[in-house]
């Protein structure tokens, strides 16, 4: 298979077949390992940029095509979404190149009566790029969701909380190319030393203002290929899920208890803030993603903490009134990080959300029991939803007086550094 090939493939996987793009596209790279850097580089691009920029992309074929998206076959619909973006937003390829190897495709894919309407198509935009027309901000909705690649219920959702300016800016962010942020331990490594191997290893290292732990990656090719990374000096990890240990704030001894952990960064967050002491459980549903909190717990070298199997919804009598602190970053809508995921805003649904919503309460009934009296409990999400933030935070608290509201926040893209984020820190009350 070619590059345009593979493209293809995880597309349809994704869009046709409903697998995450996170994982298609890590499969992808460790199958074709023997690719070269460009070769990567272009795939993982063209995969996400085609799905970030999807309902733009829709718009522009539709405005070009008698033919429209939802009426074509899908391996011809995907050809043409991973041509236009790179028609649009790909200057350094020709656009014959794009048009011809889209045909190409198509005939290899056993499409050969229809090489003459991609062509025909990809041509007719390809001349007309400067011609492509947008809904007018008059119609608020229509505007971002084409402009920004959002569904329109989600910028509905979203404008009904925020402004227009404000949801056109979380657009923008989610469009971004951002670097990687890592997470690292000053006790066990200074920013500068870090700074410097990773320099000595070709990647393009940046500080993240107002967060002396985090470090922004870039330029290189594959993660695990670097020794810094195997010998686990750094954590990935989003400087807003950062802010999670940071707002739980543990004191030496403390025993810690994150109820829904893979892939474990708050929980070595955590454990690397207790400076060898205390105690963090760090536990999740299934042995997969126990197995991926174990790697990190590895790769970190840490001692007090661990990873367990343990249903959330399901209540430990072990742990009751155990914890000082219960971390329950839960199972959400995930619309905070739709510039690394960008497929979620192609598969969530508002019934989605509220059932989501109604998830997070149930858990929230069962695990509020393992804080001891005196202790702190700390809910987030990574999403932008007052139903799944601040309302089931407004729930808890009235259904809960035992807990009180100390702080919190809801994080957004294009405003705050980082991905859409919402913490919300509650402490038990002590009656003695």
Known sequence: ?????LVLEALLSITRDGEYSHIV????????????????????????????????????????????????????????RLSVYQLKYMDSIPDSAVCNEAVKLAAKKGFHNLKG???????????NLDQITYPDPS?????????????EWLVSQWLETYDFDTV??????????????????????????????????????????DTPCGLYLSGFDHLAALSSFRQGYYQVQDVSSMQAALWADPKPGDEIIDVCAAPG???????ELLSGTGHVEARDLTEYKVGLIRENIERSGLTNIEAVVQDALETDQESVEKADIVIADLPCSGLGVLGKK???????TKEAQEELAALQRRILAVVKDYVKPGGKLLYSTCTINRRENEEN??????????????????????????????LALFRRRDDE
């Open 25 to 80: 596209l890590k499969n992808l790279l460790d199958l074709y390992q023997y690719l070269d850097k460009r070769e990567r580089a272009f795939i993982t691009r063209v995969v996400n940029g085609t799905l970030e920029r999807m309902i733009e992309i829709d718009a522009v074929i539709n405005q070009f095509s008698k033919v429209k998206v939802n009426k074509m076959k899908p391996v011809i619909r995907t050809i043409l």
């Open 168 to 209: 056109q800016k979380m657009g923008e962010s989610f469009l971004k190319a951002d670097p990687l942020s890592v997470r690292f331990d000053p006790q066990r490594i200074t920013k500068e030393a870090l700074m410097d191997m990773l320099e000595k290893e070709g990647v393009t290292v940046r500080e993240i203002p």
């Open 139 to 151: 119609d608020p909705v229509s505007c971002l969701s084409v402009r920004e690649s959002l569904p």
């Open 342 to 348: 960008p497929d979620l805003k192609l598969r969530m």
């Open 393 to 422: 935070a407004q729930w808890f608290a009235g259904k809960y007086p035992e807990f009180s509201l100390v702080r919190e926040q809801q994080r957004l893209p294009g405003k705050d550094e980082g991905d859409g984020f919402y």
């Open 1 to 5: 298979m070619n590059e345009r090939e």
């Open 117 to 127: 309407f991609v062509n025909g198509v990809l041509r007719n935009i390809s001349r």
């Open 265 to 271: 960064g708050k929980a070595i967050h955590l454990a």
